[in-house]
């Protein structure tokens, strides 16, 4: 009798707490890249190019999806939690968008090809959200070196921003994407 009612007891108990894990569900966002246009891959100096692995600064590799406040907080949007690793996921949607958009052959590290690379790329994120007033920022630096000798080696900072339609999960997403396609572009100007 009494185990009867222990297990009355802990079914009880735990249906209150898997509906309250249903009913708290997370929403989990990708990062939306825009689709190019028409636009002919931009020639540069090089054949091939080693994306190294992003670095991102600690607010961006969390599973959050965070927003600067009016006061400068950073706080999470609702349940909102990003679908993949964002470190793996910006590296990768960076290597893609590169290929795409120049005549070289673009891919993350480790280089999966015999032969190596022409020259490599290593991209240090120091600030990418969204804030309040409506804009998204990505700021860093970015250094090319060069395997073969081309092209020039450098470092350059750089600061882009584009608007957020919303404050919405889907419309910080969104706009990751826009922000990462111009960086893209950017960094396409060093390895001519």
Do not use: N
Request: glycine residues 8%.
């Amino acid at each position: 009798m009494t185990v009867l009612i222990l297990r009355r007891l802990a079914l009880v108990v735990a249906l209150p707490l898997v509906s309250a894990c249903a009913a708290g569900d997370t929403g989990r966002y990708l990062i939306d890249t825009p689709a190019r246009g028409g636009d002919a891959a931009t020639r540069v100096a090089v054949r091939t190019v080693e994306l190294r692995d992003v670095s991102l600064p600690g607010h961006a590799s969390g599973t959050a999806i965070l927003v600067r406040d009016a006061e400068g907080a950073l706080r999470p949007l609702g349940d909102a939690e990003w679908a993949d690793d964002p470190d793996r996921a910006v590296t990768g949607i960076l290597a893609q968008l590169l290929d795409e958009r120049s005549t070289a052959t673009v891919a993350a590290e480790p280089w999966p090809l015999r032969d190596g690379p022409s020259a490599r790329l290593d991209v240090r994120i120091d600030k990418m959200l969204a804030d309040m007033s409506g804009t998204f920022e990505i700021t860093g630096q970015a250094a090319v070196s060069a395997v073969e000798g081309r092209p020039r080696e450098r470092v350059e900072r750089f600061a882009v921003s584009v608007p957020v339609t919303a404050i919405t999960p889907s419309a910080v997403t969104a706009a990751q994407g826009r922000a990462l396609a111009v960086l893209a572009d950017d960094l396409i100007g060093l390895m001519r």
